[in-house]
């Protein structure tokens, strides 16, 4: 599947990554705001810097060059370069730079898929993030304009609760906030938390026991579990299965090969075909060999610049944690 694009975006990614005169593809030496959002394991990274011209009063700065380093998708790209021409056309200080939202960015590049507006709010943190390290640097205490950056380390410190993203209660609290954002398909559009192996969906103190606490609603009744759950990948012996009871001292057996296939397939199908065919890509088994998987890469995810983290951090870890430990994924 394709994502639909708007022509405005197509345009910006194509010139951003050609190089053509006039756009932000790179990074300032010696910024005087640098800020960095996401991260290369979960796909998309964004390493954003500006340059100020200074006044007596740094409340007087004036954002006259921004720059940026993106490692994700045609979204990704193209939001950060929307970003890079908000801020130059402005003539902002680094202060009225914080007033840019993720939507500023969406209508910018007059629209994104529902599944690639976490790409906008990945330029809105790296934009806050960089003005914070202007406002250290100048010595401006946001925290007197009412902008409390304490706040906002302590989201470094917080709970995590999608481990996959490295998402924590604090920060995904702050967007459901800011974002409006009302059930789980909507926070993992916008901020990517729980798009992965999908634990954090449903466990307690997860995404939906916060949209609870927040809000007072809940997107639908979870039935009560009772009795034996099997888990996997308990052990490092190919073809491994570990049925656990409430205390975990349950029996093990034995699978053989085919029985361990279709454990590698039913995980596949269940957690990790869905996660990529909603980005447009999806991903097949090739060959079984031991605790080797081959797998190709279909669709979007075949040519995406994220592949191999995408293979590692979702394809191999998901496997590892719901078959067995020692499982290794390679692409063919």
């Known amino acids: 599947m394709a994502w639909e694009y708007s022509e405005k975006t197509k345009r910006l990614f194509l010139d951003a990554v050609h190089g053509k005169p006039g756009t ?3 990074e300032i ?10 991260s290369i394991a979960c796909g ?30 045609t979204s990704a790209i193209a939001a950060s370069e ?25 209508d910018f590049l007059e629209g994104l898929p529902d599944q690639k507006i976490h790409c906008s709010v990945m330029g809105a943190e790296a934009l806050e993030a960089a003005v914070f390290d202007w406002a250290k640097k100048r010595g401006v205490h946001l925290e007197n304009l009412g902008i409390d950056i304490q706040e906002h380390e302590k989201e470094e410190e917080g709970r995590l609760v999608c481990k996959c993203f490295s998402l924590t209660e604090p ?13 789980i398909p909507e926070i993992t559009a916008a901020i990517k938390a729980g798009g992965a192996c999908m634990n954090c969906h449903h466990s307690p103190g997860g995404l939906q026991d916060i949209l609870d606490d927040i809000w007072g609603t809940r997107e639908f009744p979870i039935p009560q579990v009772s009795g034996e759950l099997p888990i996997f990948g308990q052990g490092n012996t190919v073809g491994t299965l570990h049925t656990a009871t409430a205390d975990d001292s349950g029996p093990t057996e034995t699978l053989s090969p085919y029985q361990f296939s279709k454990k590698v397939e039913h995980v596949l199908d ?25 797998v190709t890469l279909r669709g979007a995810c075949s040519d995406c610049v994220g592949a191999n983290a995408t293979l590692k951090m979702l394809v191999e870890k998901t496997l590892r944690d719901k078959v067995q430990t020692d499982i290794r994924v390679i692409q063919v």
């Open 270 to 294: 269940k957690y990790i075909r869905p996660m990529l065919q909603r980005d447009g890509g999806d991903v097949e088994i090739v060959d079984i060999k031991g605790s080797l998987v081959y």
């Open 29 to 38: 030496e010696n910024p005087d705001g640098l800020g960095e959002h996401g």
């Open 82 to 106: 929307a970003l890079c021409v908000i801020l130059e056309a402005r003539h902002c200080t680094p202060v009225e730079a914080l007033s840019i939202t993720n939507q500023d960015i969406v």
């Open 171 to 183: 920060y995904i609290r702050r967007k459901i906030k800011e974002l409006n954002l009302r059930t």
């Open 24 to 26: 932000h593809l790179g």
């Open 44 to 73: 998309d990274s964004l390493r954003f810097t500006f340059r100020v011209k200074k006044n007596d009063d740094p409340m007087k700065d004036e954002i006259v060059e921004a720059r940026y380093l993106t490692f994700g998708c």
